[in-house]
């Protein structure tokens, strides 16, 4: 996959970490959110089509997305 093209969910145990690491990324350039549990439904349906339509790269999540669940089809 080319960076172009990178998408993907990143785990984190707290919110706090969550909200670091993306800053941290975004700093890099890269273009990332922190969602956790305490988001909307609406914010993380959002996201989520964000995510999907190459607008972020990555989400760095608490919480939510567990194992087993499939959050994006293409």
Known sequence: MD????RGLIFCNRNEEAEELS????VRGFRTLALSGSNSDAERDAAIARLGAGEI???FSVDIFNEGGSIYHR
């Open 3 to 6: 960076k172009e093209n990178r």
């Open 23 to 26: 800053r941290m990324f975004n």
């Open 57 to 59: 790269e990555y989400i």
